[in-house]
């Protein structure tokens, strides 16, 4: 899987997540963002530690923005994005949002496994594919997040529809994690 191919996936789901999500009122940036950087492309605000933190330009300026990082196979491919944001209009103690976009031929059944520091948090569903990749949004709780907050790794499993009983491993650093939380705070 080639980067040009991987960003192009990133871009259109990240800009599918933000529409979709939309109604539960993530944070956004009131920042201006570059000029040159035209309604309906994302731009990077800035980096802490292992999170990127990314907006999307919206026409009225208050853009919707989340830490994002790509999680790699073994050998360097990047296989998930997983992306984090606070949410303004909160319901059932749910505080902020974990978004996976994995690629296609995802087994869906399975679900994504989440874990914190090797140890398993729960199963959750995929809401959705396209041709572009399949999304599954996680709402957290104040408990998850400061759990999150004191780790250092977030484990995910996925698995591929040619080997569903076989999960593929991956790991998210969550150094930085914090500190791109607090920039998102509404």
Same mark, same amino acid.
């Given at each position: 899987m080639d980067m040009q191919f991987v960003n192009k996936i990133a871009r259109t789901l990240l800009a599918m997540a933000f529409a979709a999500v939309s109604s539960v009122g993530i944070a956004t940036s009131q920042e201006t963002a570059p000029q040159e950087v035209p309604v309906g492309q994302e731009y990077i605000v800035d980096i802490y530690g292992d999170w990127t933190l990314r907006c999307l330009r919206a026409q009225d300026g208050n853009d919707p923005c989340m830490i994002f990082q790509l999680l790699l196979s073994d050998d360097g491919v990047p296989v998930v994005e997983l992306g984090f944001f606070p949410i303004t209009q909160r319901s059932n103690g749910v505080i902020a949002i974990a978004r996976l976009i994995a690629p296609l031929q995802t087994y869906l059944p399975r679900g994504v496994m989440m874990g914190i520091d090797g140890q398993e948090v729960a199963r959750y569903p995929y809401d959705f594919c396209d041709q572009a990749g399949c999304l599954s949004r996680i709402g957290l709780t104040q408990e998850l997040m400061t759990s999150l907050e004191a &780790?250092?790794?977030?484990?995910?499993?996925?698995?591929?529809?040619? &080997?569903?009983?076989r999960g593929v491993e991956l790991e998210a650093s969550l150094e930085g994690f914090s500190e791109g939380m607090a920039a998102l705070s509404p």
């Amino acid at each position: 899987m080639d980067m040009q191919f991987v960003n192009k996936i990133a871009r259109t789901l990240l800009a599918m997540a933000f529409a979709a999500v939309s109604s539960v009122g993530i944070a956004t940036s009131q920042e201006t963002a570059p000029q040159e950087v035209p309604v309906g492309q994302e731009y990077i605000v800035d980096i802490y530690g292992d999170w990127t933190l990314r907006c999307l330009r919206a026409q009225d300026g208050n853009d919707p923005c989340m830490i994002f990082q790509l999680l790699l196979s073994d050998d360097g491919v990047p296989v998930v994005e997983l992306g984090f944001f606070p949410i303004t209009q909160r319901s059932n103690g749910v505080i902020a949002i974990a978004r996976l976009i994995a690629p296609l031929q995802t087994y869906l059944p399975r679900g994504v496994m989440m874990g914190i520091d090797g140890q398993e948090v729960a199963r959750y569903p995929y809401d959705f594919c396209d041709q572009a990749g399949c999304l599954s949004r996680i709402g957290l709780t104040q408990e998850l997040m400061t759990s999150l907050e004191a &780790a250092s790794i977030v484990n995910v499993t996925i698995a591929a529809a040619q &080997a569903p009983s076989r999960g593929v491993e991956l790991e998210a650093s969550l150094e930085g994690f914090s500190e791109g939380m607090a920039a998102l705070s509404p």
